[in-house]
């Protein structure tokens, strides 16, 4: 695949920004959006547009079953095995909100635990917090190691007989570990436990098979995968849909609403109340297929050279310090330079155009850990070149020169 | 936009070397401020004598060149004035970074105006307003005995 060609395809990338040339490494962030997805909203919006679901006219047909067509893409992308495993969400974090909500109603109570790992994203740890106040279960954190990992045995040692489910992420945000999730799966379920995988990171950068991963919940976020914002998928497996009660009500997600009592639609509408982000849902179709032309292996093997060159690179930069060193590694490569505070360095790459991040990338279990307050992150996305690393490590340079180190 | 404008060589030297930084045992206010949004933190003592003067004022913290630097120049400046003449400088300062040329008051002399001008830089960078902020917000919050957390959110 051509880079440079796969560049020209993301309109940011015209034009300079702030008389610079974007070199963007937020990617773990949010992605950049390629011309299709945009066009698509517009499309749709100036030649499409109708609400979906209800009404029997021309677009309201057209229009819901272009919205279901990216239903049954992403059912393909991440080999689910039913269409209806698919619920649309507004993004990862109401995915998560979701499970959390249903499931901790229906089946946590007083003493029970759920196991996260403390690399988790906020969105990872606060809907369960809401459960530990309205439901005093406990909450219990798989401890990283040394470079950065959880492995299968730090989430062993946390699992005990009050364990009710396993919540975790596919690729740390911050250290860019992957975690061991098909094996976390065989232990959780080998002992009756379900298990979320929070795939913010995981989506966007890896090849994804639910029939293979066997996991129960899977949280993906649409902005991530060069996808609009506002549009996120909870894959759940069938039998937890229709046994979990829904989550927000309105339109759509009713079967018959009688005064002296409510049944609830089938699937997937069940979770899909009021209006959903029709435009948005549209358009990930052209995201997903934007990822498949160019092939899920290939974006892999793209950014694990650029991750390896990247931690060549700034490991030689004296006084760059990577944070973790996890063997299975993201593009993510999070640092702190000796005597320069992350956010000091995100205003000083700014300056050149590189964008990166500073702060606690919403992880502060991890960052109380590692004992930081904050790191500066660079992460990748398909149309990064070397040529960015190189324009990051200049930047870094005159950052040390300006601190006089 | 440029660098140097906020990265003045003053800034660095507070930044590197905060002046006050720690905690001392006899104060009477104290409070605290966060900045959500990165995770740095400042917490400021002082101790107000029977004549409502700042007899001494310190804080803990950590985050950026730019809080770190504010922090330091802020205590300095403070130390030794009058309760009101603080809040006349914290107002003159904030003001100073939101929108005015200069500032205005009469309590500090010309080479301590010269000090505190220095971080009109960040006015050039939105972003960073709240890093220069945290520390004066969280001054006020101490003289009027507030028990809420400053936040830079707010």
């Not at chain 1, 850990?369 to 340079?397: Q, W």
């Not at chain 2, 003053?10 to 104290?30: A, E």
């Not at chain 2, 995770?39 to 004022?57: T, W």
Request: aromatic share 8%; proline share 3%.
């Amino acid at each position: 695949m051509n880079i440079d060609d796969i560049k020209k395809e993301f309109p940011i990338f015209d034009d300079k920004i702030q008389n610079n040339d974007l070199v963007y490494l937020d990617s773990a962030n949010s992605s950049q959006k390629p011309r299709i997805v945009v066009d698509r909203i517009y499309d749709f919006y100036t030649k499409e547009f109708s609400n979906i679901g209800r009404s029997v006219h021309y677009l309201a047909v057209a229009a819901t079953n272009l919205y279901e067509q990216t239903r049954v893409s992403v059912q393909k992308y991440i080999n689910a095995k039913d269409k209806d495993e698919i619920v649309f969400t507004k993004g990862a974090t109401e995915a998560i909100n979701l499970v959390a909500n249903t499931f901790g109603q229906k089946y946590l109570s007083e003493g029970d635990e759920v196991l996260l790992t403390e690399l988790e994203h906020h969105s990872n740890y606060v809907p369960w917090h809401f459960l530990r106040n309205a439901k005093n279960i406990k909450i219990e954190f798989a401890e990283i190691n040394d470079d950065g990992e959880v492995t299968l045995e730090a989430i062993e040692k946390k699992i005990t007989n009050k364990t009710k489910i396993i919540s975790v992420s596919h690729l740390s945000n911050v250290t860019g570990a992957i975690l061991p999730i098909k094996e976390i799966v065989q232990l959780a379920h080998s002992k009756n436990i379900p298990v979320l995988i929070d795939g913010c990171q995981g989506a966007p950068h890896l090849k994804l098979d639910m029939q293979d991963i066997d996991c129960d919940f899977y949280a993906i976020s649409g902005h991530k995968m060069y996808g609009p914002t506002g549009i996120g998928v909870l894959y759940a497996k069938k039998k937890w849909l229709e046994d979990l009660p829904p989550y927000q009500g309105g339109g759509g997600m009713i079967n018959e609403v009688k005064k002296e009592g409510i049944t609830y639609g089938e699937l997937p509408n069940k979770f899909e109340a009021g209006t959903m982000a029709t435009a948005q849902v549209i358009a990930f179709n052209e995201s997903i297929k934007f990822m498949e032309k160019i092939g899920i292996q290939n974006i892999e093997k793209h950014e694990k050279e650029l991750l390896d060159y990247g931690l060549e690179k700034l490991r030689k930069n004296n006084s760059v310090n990577i944070i973790g060193n996890p063997k299975e590694k993201g593009g993510v490569i999070s640092f702190t330079i000796e005597g320069v505070h992350p956010h000091d360095i995100a205003t000083i790459l700014d300056e050149d155009g590189v964008a990166i991040r500073a702060g606690h990338h919403c992880c502060q279990i991890l960052h109380d850990k590692l004992n930081l307050p904050a790191t500066a992150r660079a992460s990748f996305g398909v149309y990064n070149t070397k040529d960015d690393i190189d324009k990051l490590d200049e930047a870094i340079n005159k950052c040390k020169k300006i601190f006089n180190l | 936009m440029d660098l140097k404008d906020l990265y003045q060589e003053i800034i660095l030297d507070h930044g590197k070397n905060p002046r006050n930084l720690g905690k001392f045992d006899n104060y009477n206010k104290d409070a605290k401020g966060n900045n959500p949004l990165c995770g740095d933190n400042v917490h400021v003592y002082l101790r107000l004598n029977e004549n409502k003067k700042v007899e001494d004022i310190a804080f803990e913290g950590h985050g950026c060149a730019i809080s770190m630097a504010s922090a330091s120049i802020m205590t300095d400046m403070v130390r030794g004035k009058e309760e009101k003449e603080v809040k006349e400088i914290i107002s003159d300062f904030l003001g100073m970074i939101k929108e005015k040329d200069s500032l205005e008051n009469n309590i500090l002399k010309d080479d301590e105006k010269t000090k505190l001008m220095s971080l009109s830089g960040v006015k050039q960078y939105p972003m960073r307003v709240k890093c220069a902020t945290l520390s004066w917000h969280t001054l006020t919050s101490a003289l009027d005995n507030s028990d809420q957390i400053v936040k830079t959110e707010e």
